[in-house]
């Protein structure tokens, strides 16, 4: 079993104008990124060379040339974070359309959650994306870092108000996703995953 670093996927699920998930993408990436065993890659659906893509999958054209596209860069990693909101009781469309079109890439590769909502903390949206992912022959993790009232969470910095639990859990988080990731990444190296 290979001891490289995990290649790893922050994605940004939301691409709302003012949206709150930047402030805990840039939360949970320091975090990752103060492991050695993990190479963190932000993808953010609000990228405007991403959003493109994604409006072209609407309108049954091709993918833009020159640049790697969203299925290759999903395609090159070893696991996921998804960070989500949760909007009316669902998850956005826009990672809906994200997941949909990436379609194999996931397979095979453990896939995690960071969610932020009202009272339930995107517990809801979680858990469609775990019946969405499974159809994708992904694994969903169990343990979720979740921001219950995200808007009371953290400060104006961006920093969270209650450091240490929030830490905590990220780093259950990490550690399942790292044994996951090796355990998959090893299971694709010694026989390909078909489904």
């Not at 860069?73 to 956005?92: C, F, K, M, Q, S």
């Not at 997941?99 to 095979?108: E, F, K, L, S």
Request: charged share 25%; glycine share 8%; no cysteine.
């Amino acid at each position: 079993m290979s001891d490289a670093p995990l290649k790893i996927g922050i994605i940004i699920g939301s691409v709302r104008t003012g949206r709150y998930a930047d402030t805990i993408a840039d939360w949970f990436t320091a975090v990752a990124r103060n492991r050695t065993d993990l190479d963190i890659q932000v993808i953010d659906l609000a990228e405007p060379a991403i959003l493109d893509e994604l409006k072209l999958t609407l309108d049954a054209r091709p993918e833009p040339a020159g640049t790697p596209g969203l299925a290759d860069r999903v395609e090159a990693l070893d696991g996921y974070v998804v960070i989500t909101p949760e909007y009316n009781h669902g998850y956005p469309a826009s990672l809906k359309l994200a997941i949909d079109y990436v379609y194999t890439a996931w397979q095979a590769k453990p896939v995690s959650f960071v969610s932020y909502g009202g009272m339930a903390g995107g517990q809801r949206a979680v858990e469609q994306l775990r019946q969405v992912f499974a159809e994708m022959h992904a694994v969903t993790l169990r343990d979720v870092v979740s921001f219950h009232n995200m808007w009371e969470q953290f400060d104006a910095e961006g920093r969270p108000h209650a450091p240490e639990p929030i830490g905590k859990a990220a780093e259950v988080l990490l550690d399942q996703l790292v044994w996951w990731g090796r355990t998959l990444r090893a299971g694709r190296e010694k026989q390909p995953y078909t489904a």
